[in-house]
């Protein structure tokens, strides 16, 4: 109740912070990205942590004006760190809710396109991840492929979670496959899990995607999933979630 409530006055984003994590290109160590986080303050409660946040805010729907929040606020950031000489993609998270027919509020199709157009920002830099459990639903995949005939990159996050088809896969309009961190949290101890990994990422591989595993804390788990030949690595071995000023002291790195 006291997050509903919450949820309401902050749907513009009072309260709000959004935080960025560095995706790390495994090969050249070289920070390619950043995802988009939320952070919440609420006046009462503290900070609340998305996982909780996050749901009630989709089943109440304030996800969608908070999210037409957060696609402007991080495409503005963008826009800031490349005048700053820092070009770096984008992830921003999309719930389904976003997506659906008549969500009502501004269609994130023109939310995107108005904010590129003014910002002057490469639509390919900018990656919207769209969760695993999506790929069944046809009409907010029509709206996918939509974004994507538009020139935004297609993420599928939390592969592996739920239960994908992957016929849907292979028809998804997606260029790339982010690995769901239950699978790296037991890489090192479980040859299961190297064998998803590996398998998740040569599927990939062969559909034309490239692969990102989240979650890696430390270098064994790295050495393995770099030996199933993933392309790119986010977790707290590289970087934690950081707000945008201090992703320009990364400009050496980048
Ligand atoms: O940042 P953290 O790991 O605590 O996030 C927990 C969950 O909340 C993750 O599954 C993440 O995808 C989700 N989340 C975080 N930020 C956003 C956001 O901006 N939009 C949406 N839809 N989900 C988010
Ligand atoms: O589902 P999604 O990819 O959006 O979730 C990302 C979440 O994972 C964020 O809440 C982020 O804070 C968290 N996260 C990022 N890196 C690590 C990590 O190395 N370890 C753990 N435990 N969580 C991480
Ligand atoms: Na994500």
């Known amino acids: 109740r006291a997050i509903e409530d919450g949820l309401w006055e902050s749907r513009g984003g009072a309260g709000m912070a959004l935080v960025y994590q560095p995706k790390v290109d495994i090969l050249s160590g070289q920070v390619t990205g950043v995802e988009a986080l939320m952070r919440w303050h609420h006046p009462e409660l503290g900070t609340v942590s998305p996982a909780e946040f996050v749901p009630v805010a989709e089943r109440t729907r304030t996800i969608i004006p908070l999210g037409e929040w957060i696609i402007r606020e991080t495409l503005n950031q963008q826009a800031e760190w490349r005048r700053k000489g820092l070009d770096l993609s984008v992830g921003i998270n999309v719930s389904p809710a976003q997506l659906a027919a008549g969500a009502g509020g501004t269609p994130v199709m023109d939310i995107l396109t108005d904010e590129c157009d003014r910002l002057d920002l490469d639509r390919s830099m900018v990656e919207l ?122 400009k050496a790195d980048a």
């Open 129 to 250: 991840e769209i969760t695993e459990s999506l790929l069944p639903d046809r009409a907010a995949m029509d709206e996918v492929r939509t974004l994507a005939d538009a020139g935004f990159h297609i993420v599928i996050d939390d592969f592996g979670r739920d239960h994908a088809a992957l016929s849907l896969l292979a028809e998804s309009p997606a260029r790339t496959l982010k690995i769901d961190k239950g699978f790296v949290d037991n890489v090192v101890r479980n040859d299961r899990q190297v064998a998803i990994i590996r398998f998740i990422t040569e599927l990939a591989h062969g559909l034309g995607m490239r692969t990102v595993v989240e979650g890696i804390e430390d270098i064994r788990q790295l050495v393995a999933v770099a030996g199933c030949g993933c392309d790119v690595a986010q977790g707290y071995f590289y970087y934690r979630p950081m707000c945008g000023d201090r992703i320009l002291g990364l």
